[in-house]
Every structure is written in C-alpha cells, then in structure tokens.
C-alpha cells in the first residue's frame, strides 16, 4: 500500500471536521454542552490542534497553504460557535421568560422596616407646623414648675374650685408638675417684651386614672399677645387652625366657658368630621352625640389679671391664648376609642400608624 | 347641675321653647347642657284606676285577681303579686296593654299568670321610672283624680326633661333653677321675676328670738347667719308632686321638712339646714372655729378629727355640724319633730372648700358654698323655707327672723355691699371685634340684674361710660373685661366675625421641639417605633436599672409604682415589652423621647444654663432618647434570629449619627466598670470624639427576672442635650476618579484578639493607598480551629492621582498580611 501523502490526510481530516462541526455544534443543547464541544475542537488537546501536529509531516511548500486553510476553517467553526451560542443564550432566555411567574404573594422584602410614629406625635408635629406657618414660634418650659406659674400667676384664686378642674400632682419640696402649658404663658411673658406669637407643645399631668382620663397626657398652647388684639383676631386663627387640620370648609363655633386665665373665655367646636355629607350639613353620629358638633378646645382672651402678673399693661396689649388637648385630636382623626390605648405602647397598635 | 324642665316653665311661664332647643340656646350662652335624660315617660301611658274588688288567684298562692274601674266605668281584671293591694276604693296605677315601661324595658302584654289572663299590670314606682322603691305598687292618695286620668296628668311632676347642666365653678348663681330662669330669661329677652315666696303664713306669737340665742364668734368665716322657726310641725311623708321633683333631681325624699331644705336649695342654689329646735342644746346656737383634735360624728356616720380652721355649728352642749359641709346626727330633724329652726348663712367659700378638702368630702352644700352663694337672698330663702314648711307640714311660722351679721343682731339684715364696675364703650368693640351698640349692650346687663347709670365722664346726652352696680348673686362680675363677657356670652359669640390676624412672628425659645422631632425621624428612619411613656416610676425599678435615685418625689402619687419621677427614660419601654410579651407579642423595637427629671448636680446642662435663679429650685429637665429591642431581627423568609448585643450596638450607633450628623464611636467596658443593669458581657458606652452621649447592651439577666420580662431585652438610652444645636450640615469630599483594586484576605485568629483591633491593624498597614476596609465575614467552626475565629476583610486600594499597578497593590497588601501576622500571630487563610 503505498504510503499516504501526509497532505492529504490533512486535507481529508480537515474536510471531514468541517462537514462534521456544525451539526456537532447544533446537537449540543446547553451552553456549556456546546462550550465543550468547541474545546473538543478548538482546544488545546481538540481536533484541531491534532490535524495541526500532523504539519510538520507535510512538504514544507505546502505548509502554507494548508496553514492558511486550517485558519479560515478556524474562523468558520468559531463563527458557527458564535451563532449556535446566541441560539442557545436566546432560547434559554425565552424558557426563562416564559417560566412560571414569580410568587408576588410571597411578603415583599422591604428595603429598611420603618418604624412607626405615635399617633399622638404625628398630631403634635402637624399642629406645629400649621402655628409656625401662621408666624408662631415653639417657647419651651419645665414640665415641673413652681405653683406660681402654673397657677397663682394665671389668676387661679387660692382654695378655689377652679383648681379642681385640674388636680394636680405636687412634688415633696412644694413644686407641682404642671396641669396645663399654660405655664409657658406666664414665662413667656415674664421675659420676653410683646409683641409674640409662640406656641408650647408639651406633656402636662392631672392625677385622674380613670376609663377617659390619663394621669399624663399632651397639649399645645397657642398665644398671641399684641396691640388690639380681639375676640374676631381669635375666630380667625382658629377658623384658619380648622381648615388646616380638618379641612377646607370645617366650621368653627365658640361657646362661652370659663378658665380663669381667659376672659372672654370659650370652648371651640368644629362640625363634625364623622357625619359630614356631601353637602356640607351634618347627618349625625355617636361620636358627635348627634349634635353634629365635637369639642376640640378651649380659648379666650387673655385675662387682665394674667397681664398684670406678668408686669404688661392690659390697656396697651392684649391677647388671646388657645389649648388643646393632643389626644383628643389623635383619638378623633384616627378612630382610636379610648385614651388608655394611647399609653399601653402596645406594638400591634403602634404598628398601625 | 340637674334642671328640671316643668320647673323653668313654672319660673318662666314665657319659655315656650321645647327642650333641645332650649338645651342648644343655653349651652351657646356657656351653661353646657351635658345631657337630656326624660323622667317618668311610663306615666304618659299608665292610668290612674280604682280598685273594685280583690279575690285570691285559684291556684298561685301570693298572687292576687284584682279588678279595677280603669275610667268610665270599664272594668278589668289584673293579675297582681304585691303584697300592699289596697282594699275596694284604692287608687292605684294601672299599665294598660301596650304600655311601655322604660325603666323596665318592657312592654305590657296579654299573658297567662297561673292560667289566668292578665292584660295589664298594677305598678310600682319602680316600674313607672318614678323611683327604685320595689316595696309595692304605688298607692295614690284618695281624690287624686278620676279613673281613667294618665298618671302623668294627675301628677304633673311624674312626667318631666332633667337637664344635665355643666356649670362652671365662676357661676355659683346657675346652681338653683332661679339662677338658671334669669339665664334663660335674660337669653330669650323675657322679663325675669323672682318667684313669690308663697303664701306668707300667719305667725305666732312667739318671737323666733325668744326660742333660740345665736353668737357668731367668727365673722370672717360666717358674715351672715339667718334663721327662722316653724312650730307644731307634723314631720311626715311628702305629697308625691314633691317627692316625684326631688327625684327627677337625683335627690331621695327624706320628709316633707327635710325635703324643703332640699327644693329650696335647688330652687334658690343655697344650702340650708333644719335643726330640731327642741334638741338643739340650750337653745343656743354658737358659730365658732374648732378646737384642735375636737370630734363630730356628721350624717355620713364617719367620726372626724377637727383642726382649728374647720368652722363649727355649735349647740349648748358641742359642736351639731361641719359648717357648709355636712351637719351631724345630734339635732336632725325626727319623726316626732315639732319645732323647726332654719338656718340660712353665708359662709366664706375658701374657708369651706378647705374643710371639705381636709375631710375628703364634697356635698351638694359644700359645693355651692365653695363657689359662694347669694349673700342679698338670706331673708328671701328663709321665707320660701318657712311658707314650703307650713304648705307641706302645717304649723306656723315663729315671729321674726334673726340675722347675725359679725356683731349686728336684727330681724332684718343689712344689706350686702353691691360691686361697681365702670364699663367703656369704646372697650366693647376693642375687646371683641365686633361693634356692639351700648344701648344694646347696657340692655343685656339689665336682663343679668345688673343696674346701669351714667358715668362722670359723659357728654349729655350722649354718653359712652356707665358704672354698673353687679347684682350680689353674680361674684364672677369684678371688672369691665367680666362685664364685656357678659354682653357676648348673651348676644352670642356667632356675631364675632372671623379676622386673621397679622401676626408678627416670634423666634423658637429653646430647641427641645425641633430635638424631638429629628430624633423621632431618626429612630423611625431605622425601625424603631415611638412609645409614649409615664414620667412617673418607682424607686425601686429606678434602682433595678442603675440610674441616679430620684430628684424628684411625689407628694401625692397614684401609688407607689409611680411615686418619683425618671432618672432614665427606659422604665416606660421595659413596661410596654412586658406587656407586649403578656399579649404574646415577643417582638418590640421602639424608642422613647422626653426629659428625665435630675438633681442640679446630677445634670450636666439642661435647663440648668438658662434657668433663672428662681429656676434652679427646679430640677433638671434632661431630654433623652432611649430604645429597646426584644424579639427576633426583622428578616425575609429566614430562620428568624433573636437580637443580640450587635443589633444594639447598631442602633445605638445609627441613632447618635443620625441625630448628631456626627461619627460616633464605641467604648467597650470591662466588667468593673460596665453599668449595673447591663450585661457585663455586652455592656458599652457610646461617644462622640470623647464625650459620653449614652450607653447600651442587653440587660442584665437578673434585671430581666426583676422586672419580670420574660427573656432577652436589649436597651440603649443616648442623652439629646449635646445634639439641642441643628445637626452640622455635611460638607463635600472629593469622589475618586480612578478606579480602584480590591483584595479580600482572611485570617485565623484567637479569640481573644478584637475584630476592631484587626481591623484597626489591616487599615493602618493598609496606609496609604488604603481607601476603605471593611469586615465582611466572621466564621468559626469547620476547619478553623477551636478558640479561633476567621476574619474576612475587603480592602479597596485606591489612588486620587493614577490608576494603581498590580505590583503596587500587591506590595501594600503584602505589607498588610506582614503586619496583621506580626501583631496577632494571624494565620493567613486562602
């Protein structure tokens, strides 16, 4: 037999391999199937590379050219590669799109889990922000405070029933802590020269501990004392007051009541935001008593006796001041039906805010 | 105050308003009406009938057939088991068929009683609304009215709307069904009169002077005493028009003698007394203080120790009644009572209010006396209490009353002195916004009782001042602002228009308000949720938790586990974690903001920097935040995993960050020095630079048991006084432009080596070219081996200028895995 010419046995390894890749290639069915069908033919120790050692065998004239084969063949199976890789890549895509959606009713993973504000915080921040909108500066003060202030300045008679309305806790060295922010009236006043507007958000203690009443809880006292200032300057912060916390078009009503550091004094009413219609009356409800009123808060004209407490001449300013309690407006802006709620810090409750 | 609607109308025969309106109007003039509640409405449908004939029931014993004339002559028979079924000819009320019975919730049926047919029921007063008396079936007196008559048209006072006035403590005079017809007359524009006194009885001739001797020792505390006498009194039941009002009224009928001092109290609003004349001890009547541990056994039973400033009601032989408060057992009116000695005084409202105080009591005199009662109606009340006594007990009345007023005795008092007030014209609309017309104004003051005349400063004709004489039963009415009140209160506050203000603005004195609210966006910014909590603890729980002992103590505390105030802020949240984990809550992550209450020398600034000299008797008042953190680390579709002494450490640190916009750092502690209620293993305090701002770790064990939390608590607490200044604006650093090579490199070391120490070593080493270094996993067990651990670190090499080359990243790092083995003898891990 004669012997066989080493260039033609490349030649028909060559052409053997060329007509035999691509279906190699089409059969593989994943990427790394194909990737290992490339490197069985392109890799180190792959088909290729075999015909390859077998060049040296070759006439040297021919090397050439036969080199020049063996790269085009090259370029052809890495470009059969590329295209069966981008088949592939594309029909793994489309499995993977067309897959089973993903179970979005499994819990969304939350980026950080906020915490939650008291809902009683959430109402001290709002009614803050709607005074200093109007020009009213926050005045801090000591939630122990001297008998003076919280009462004797404030024109509170001595042994009078009127301290009843606000039993208060005293401290053993004769100090009490204050019932109401109205202390911070009678600060203000004793350093600061009108006019001022400020207002004085705080906690306050009475000793009640009953279903409606908490030993501790909040209020905001808002003042203004200026020139001429009068009972309609009152109606309009609060009508203004309303709109912003309730909404445009809540109404306003003022029945006269007594505080002894107020004179007109009065509690404040808004239409109730519970059974309010469409055209503005009101239906009717348990929570208004069916009066289609709720009572926020209490206000007045500044007395004169308070003025002259605080050394300023009630013939040259005048004033009003207004306070509310915070709970009530939370327990009526959120449905919360009983103060001691407010208090239990209970996490199923806090979470709901 | 409760106010009975038929009562008005007697007073102000005008008022023809029904009650909800009438409710509405006086609540808009300031005497909130708090409620409406309807008195005996059963009567409107229960018949007055006779009793014709009464046999047994054929087959239940105690059960009666009665048959009644229920008008008309119509005839029924009723079922009836009360033991007080009056013979033929009674007068009892009977409930017809569909009758409803309110205070029963019931409505009249046909039923069988025993196999008997019932259509109807005979009832008792309890059944009819009227009162809780179940004893029997009411029984009417003979000639009440005809059958047939509802019982509500034989007794108007049966049927009646009780108001439930809220009265303020400045209006004494709204505290008797007179003071409140002024108030609606004067609302409605009716002409007001005060109510005849009755018909003035024939006197005896016995003087009331010669019966009884009365000394007022103490004027100040007694400026009028009044009396008066009824002889040959028949002491007996009330007709049931008196009894059915008091008990609209929530008051129980007594007698017809007690119960005039009862209807004259409401009706005038001023607390009366009747003694027994006869028992009333020498015939004397003192008014004096008390000596010191002096005893009086009142109504109530209750045996009182006395102090000097308690005033008395004193017989010949001891003191008879606490004055204004409450009288005593010695000298009430009897059964067998036949002289009668009223007593009508004015005592001063302090003095009162303290004695009630003292001896915890609160009446329906001493509330009256502490708001002051109407010194100008003495003689007026005494007479309507002696004609009342006469209609209802017969007798007549003694000659003459006696006034004590301080050392003047006479049949007539001296009138009380009248307040004038000068009122402005021009102050009314300066006052109110709203201009109201004088005359209209003047107009409303004269419907109050006030009197009107024309000031000195008057143009003629024309005048623009008047001083106003205040009427005696109006103390409220001191100044002109009083009277200007007056003139809104009636005219109504809905004629104010609404005018906002220019407000010319203040400045914020002191930070705490906008502290809070940055506090409160960081902590929920990072999880936490806001708790409100007490400002009252115990001393105890204080001491648990290692805070300073309290500065501040209560002298009157709900109970001891509120008897001080905090000297930390975490008693509250401990609280709402065991109450959270009673509810089988076990996870809680929540913050507290508010002042801890110190001691000057406790505090480190607070208030104390600003507080004035008077200030500094006051304690300080430092704001904190503290947070808690029990349960299991939120996490998704994980194994969940408790909190440790790492999340606390966390959260202590992001809270301060972001509070301060400051780096904070951490100082471990050794066990000497860790905070007691922390445990000693986890224990750290947190700074910034090298100022202590808080501290933090899981709570000791033993506290845990001691306050009975049921597990695991971690707590930290960061003092907010350092941060009162905005946090410090973030300033700009210059982002790198080239890029950067990172090398991860691990290493095996011993236990007792810090993580942080490491860190601290990779870093430095890691100089310059170092950016960041950053420990990204801890891992023990497997193959490393035991008392070791494996601390993985990214470092990032990084230079501003030039991309780095690999040789120059590979020396650093080189130089980083020298150092780190030289100091901790580190193995290298691949």
């Known amino acids: 037999m004669a012997e066989t010419n080493p260039t033609d046995t490349i030649e028909t390894a060559l052409a053997n391999l060329r007509d035999s890749f691509l279906p190699r290639f089409r ?308 449905g919360i039906p009983n103060i001691k709620l407010l208090f239990e810090n209970d996490p199923r409750m806090l979470a709901q805010f | 105050m409760k106010v009975s609607y038929n009562w008005l109308r007697e007073l102000v025969p005008l008022l023809t308003a029904c009650p909800s309106d009438l409710a509405d109007r006086l609540s808009n003039a300031g005497l909130e009406v708090e409620g409406i509640t309807e008195y005996g409405v059963a009567t409107e449908a229960c018949l007055v009938a006779r009793v014709v004939s009464v046999r047994s029931h054929p087959t239940k014993s105690g059960l009666r057939l009665v048959t009644v004339d229920r008008g008309a002559g119509v005839l029924q028979e009723v079922v009836c088991g009360a033991p007080n079924v009056p013979a033929a000819g009674g007068l009892v009320v009977l409930a017809p068929l569909g009758a409803h019975l309110a205070a029963k919730n019931m409505t009249i049926a046909r039923r069988a009683i025993g196999g008997v047919e019932s259509e109807g029921m005979l009832c008792s007063e309890d059944e009819l609304g009227l009162s809780l008396d179940h004893s029997g079936i009411l029984i009417l007196p003979q000639a009440l009215a005809e059958p047939g008559t509802t019982l509500a048209a034989a007794i108007p006072n049966a049927r009646d709307t009780i108001f439930e006035i809220g009265v303020t403590p400045n209006r004494p005079d709204c505290l008797g069904h007179v003071g409140v017809a002024r108030e609606v007359c004067a609302i409605y524009g009716f002409p007001f009169a005060l109510p005849s006194p009755g018909q003035k009885p024939a006197a005896t001739d016995h003087q009331t002077k010669s019966l009884v001797a009365i000394a007022v020792q103490d004027a100040e505390r007694c400026p009028h005493y009044g009396a008066a006498g009824v002889v040959d009194v028949a002491i007996g039941p009330s007709p049931l028009g008196v009894r059915y009002r008091l008990q609209a009224l929530g008051v129980r009928s007594i007698s017809n003698v007690v119960d005039v001092t009862n209807l004259v109290m409401l009706e005038y609003g001023h607390p009366m007394h009747a003694f027994d004349l006869d028992r009333v001890g020498g015939a004397r009547i003192v008014i004096r203080r008390a000596t010191s541990s002096e005893k009086l056994v009142t109504l109530d039973g209750i045996a009182r120790t006395l102090v000097k400033d308690d005033l008395l009601i004193c017989d010949g032989s001891g003191p008879v009644a606490l004055a204004g408060v409450m009288g005593g057992a010695s000298s009430e009116i009897q059964n067998t009572t036949n002289r009668v000695l009223f007593e009508v005084a004015c005592f001063d409202p302090r003095g009162v209010r303290r004695t009630a105080r003292r001896h915890g009591m609160h009446t329906e005199s001493s509330h009256r006396f502490e708001r002051g009662v109407d010194p100008g109606d003495v003689v007026r009340v005494l007479d309507r209490a002696v004609a009342l006594t006469v209609e209802l007990a017969g007798g007549s009345a003694t000659a003459g009353q006696i006034h004590v007023q301080g050392t003047r005795v006479d049949a007539e008092p001296a009138p009380p002195p009248r307040r004038i007030v000068p009122l402005r014209a021009q102050r009314i609309g300066a006052t109110l916004g709203v201009d109201v017309p004088f005359v209209e104004a003047i107009g409303i003051l004269e419907r109050l009782g006030c009197e009107a005349k024309a000031g000195t400063s008057g143009s003629e004709g024309l005048t623009d001042e008047v001083e106003v004489l205040v009427p005696t039963h109006r103390p409220d009415l001191v100044r002109e602002v009083d009277l200007i009140e007056e003139i809104i209160r009636i005219r109504g506050m809905s004629s104010v228009p609404a005018v906002l203000p220019a407000v010319r603005a203040s400045r914020d004195v002191g930070g705490r308000e906008e502290l809070a609210r940055r506090a409160r966006a960081a902590a929920t910014s990072i999880g936490l949720s806001e708790a409100i909590t007490f400002g009252f603890t115990s001393e105890s729980v204080l001491s648990a938790l290692s805070a300073p002992p309290p500065a501040v103590r209560l002298a009157n505390p709900l109970g001891e586990q509120y008897a001080v105030m905090r000297t930390t802020v975490l008693p509250g949240l401990l609280e709402a974690v065991k109450n959270a984990r009673r509810h089988g809550e076990r996870n809680v992550r929540q913050f507290t903001i508010g002042p801890v209450f110190l001691s000057r020398q406790d505090s480190r600034d607070g208030l104390a920097s600003e507080a004035s000299e008077k200030d500094s008797e006051l304690p300080c008042e430092s704001m904190r935040i503290g947070f808690v953190l029990a349960g299991e680390r939120p996490g998704w579709l994980e194994k969940p995993k408790s909190f440790d002494a790492w999340d606390a450490k966390g959260y202590a640190m992001a809270l301060v960050e972001r509070i301060s916009g400051q780096a904070a750092r951490v100082e471990p502690l050794d066990r000497a020095h860790a905070p007691a209620h922390l445990h000693p293993r986890g224990a750290a305090f947190l700074c910034i630079g090298t100022e202590r701002v808080g501290s933090f770790g899981p709570l000791h064990p033993d506290v845990v048991d001691s306050l009975e939390l049921d597990g695991e608590v971690l707590v930290g607490e960061i003092d907010l006084e350092p941060f009162t200044k905005a946090a410090q604006a973030p300033q700009y650093v210059n982002i790198a432009r080239f890029p950067a090579s990172v090398r991860d490199v691990a290493f095996v070391v011993k236990d007792d080596v810090l993580a942080g120490e490491v860190e601290r070593v990779v870093r430095n080493a890691a100089l310059p070219l170092g950016e960041t270094v950053h420990l990204f996993d801890r891992f023990v067990g497997g193959s490393v081996p035991e008392g070791s651990s494996n601390l993985a670190f990214h470092v990032v090499y990084r230079a501003v200028d030039r991309t780095l080359t690999d040789a120059e990243v590979d020396a650093a790092h080189a130089n980083v895995v020298k150092e780190v083995a030289a100091r901790f003898g580190a193995m290298l891990r691949g």
């Open chain 1, 27 to 334: 059969a593989a069915d994943t990427e790394q199937a194909l990737r290992d069908e490339n490197a069985k033919i392109l890799g180190k120790k792959g088909e290729l590379t075999a015909i390859l050692k077998q060049l040296g065998r070759a006439p040297a004239e021919s090397r050439k050219a036969i080199g020049e084969k063996v790269n085009a063949f090259k370029q052809e199976v890495e470009a059969g590669f590329g295209s069966c890789l981008k088949n592939l890549q594309r029909l793994e895509r489309e499995a993977e799109l067309s897959a089973p959606p993903f179970d979005l009713t499994l819990p969304g993973r939350a980026p950080v889990l906020a915490g939650h504000k008291h809902p009683v915080a959430m109402v001290r921040e709002d009614v803050v922000a709607i005074f200093r909108q109007l020009g009213f500066a926050v005045f801090d003060g000591p939630e122990i405070e001297h008998e003076e202030n919280n009462f004797t300045r404030l024109g509170f008679p001595p042994d009078h029933p009127a301290t009843d309305m606000q039993d208060s806790f005293w401290t053993t060295s004769g100090k009490l802590l204050r019932t109401h922010t109205s202390n911070i009236q009678i600060r203000a006043m004793t350093t600061i020269e009108p006019p001022m507007a400020f207002i004085a958000p705080g906690t306050v203690y009475r000793r009640d501990d009953d279903a409606t009443h908490s030993p501790q809880f909040h209020q905001i006292e808002a003042f203004l004392v200026d020139r001429n200032v009068t009972l309609a300057h009152l109606k309009g912060v609060l009508a203004e007051f309303a709109e912003r916390l309730y909404g445009p078009g809540t109404p306003v009503r003022l029945r006269p009541s007594y505080f002894p550091f107020v004179e007109p004094g009065a509690e404040v009413d808004i239409g109730c935001v519970f059974c309010k219609q469409a055209n503005q009356t009101r239906a009717g409800c348990n929570i208004c008593k069916h009066t289609g009123w709720i009572e926020i808060l209490g206000c007045g004209l500044i007395h004169p006796v308070v003025f002259e407490n605080c050394g300023i001449d009630p013939e040259q300013w005048s004033g009003f001041a207004l306070g509310m309690g915070l709970e009530r407006i939370a327990m009526l802006r959120y």
